[in-house]
């Protein structure tokens, strides 16, 4: 193993030399199929880690269940100052978790401490949520009645992640489904075990010190069987999925059939729009960001430009000068722009992509290959594409497929209309974002004629959301909602009670049934 990789699985005891535990339910196990992480940028195995049998998967979901029954019982600000700790714990570790992000993933370090942060976010959200469920009395047409609606904990709660955010969408889950007194099984991405690993020790260990039962956050690594049995249980109340629309609408469609709930974040095919009175200086480096930063692997990447006529020539001019400034490397250091693809499959999704970009004749005014250099032949490094299609047909295939890579196509509008249209017009309604200082646009697009994305920004970038406000997105992104805003109440099963404290027990509605 190279020293830059056991540098940083050291720094947060994940051990070098021996296979890997890959499940946890309050103690650490694991006997099934070896799963290798590879690392994105090297090729080298990271680590071998120990996959959930099938038994030892339904044992875990049993333990959570029962960690369930103990922790319902923890009175809310109780469950907010272990989330406290859990957050402590996590800030502690930022910089270390961090850098396994990047290692695992490929993510650049800045991005990978930020991946943190956002869960020491949602922690801190949650801590004041812990007092804040609050449900509410509601006046009763009977005389002598009152009616409340009371959140109560729901049961276990699955966590099935994407390797994209291989510790945030966890933590934007966990903690308020901890805070509403759930338990927590998480099947994270089988590419990215040792980030899930590492966070669950560090939970787990907040966990033991308050004599909480392990299984509140339980992990099983795993393949798709893991993922198929934990949709299809019964002990599983809500599942929420990250990840793709072919996945997702096969998950949606499974828990829907046993009326499980399920929340659902799924593919974004995300665009921004500039307006000839945009500040362009704002605007370039925003789409920049958007659409190389991750490598273009956040559901929020800006993939779709959409330019106004006068403006279009010279924000490509200036957006091509700031591409040929990227230059690839190691995540791990500080001054590398662009990582790697997580997988070796992502290459080949790039390839394909930018060879149908050939053949229906777009023009591809930078980027198109993978970089050559032999210093980066062993990771997966693609260069940042910037494509005009000849087609602005939004139902052409190159513009409502999501391809999860640094690939920008761009178009030409002419008026607001036309562009809100070709926004709205793909299968996908993630986020969204204009580039004006005109109010008259502003209200025209966040309003009913507007952007029917789940996150409509102004003069703010498609990605990089806050946790305060709910993230998701609508249509084919599955219309699920996370993270701040209402996204708690899902996490609840509500109960609505009538509650009689008169002599008389009239009916409602006023109807008469003499006894
Ligand atoms: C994702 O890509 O799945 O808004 C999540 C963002 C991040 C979260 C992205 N806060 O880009």
Redesign the pocket.
Known sequence: LSSRASNVLASLDISTTHEISGVYDGEWRGSGELVSSICPTTGEVLARVKTATPEELHAALERTREAYTHFRNVPAPRRGEILRQIREALASKRDELGALVSLEMGKIRTEGVGEVQ?FVDICDYAVGLSRMMNGRVVASERPGHSILEVPNPLGVVAVLS?F??PV??YGWNLALSLAAGNATIWKPSPTTPLCSIAVTTIISRVLERNSVPGAVASLVTGGKEVGEAIVESQDVPLVSF?GSEHVGRIVGKNVAFRFGKSIL?LG?NNASIVMPDADLSLAIPAVFFGAVGTAGQ???STRRLYLHRNIADEFLDRLQKMYRTVAPGDPLIDSTLLGPLHTRAACDTYDKTIQHLQTIDANILTGGKRYGHASFSAGNFVEPTIAIPKSVNPKDFIWKTETFAPILNAAVFDDLEQAIEWNNAVPQGL?SSLWTRDLRNLGRWIGPNGSDAGIVNVNVGT???EIGAA?GGNKSTGWGRESGGDAWKQYVRWSACTINFSDEAPLAQGVNFPA
Do not use: Q
Request: net charge negative; aromatic share 12%; with cysteine.
């Open positions: 956002e994407a994209n955010f945030a969408v990250t974040e974004g956040r559901c929020t986020s990605s990089g959301a993230f």
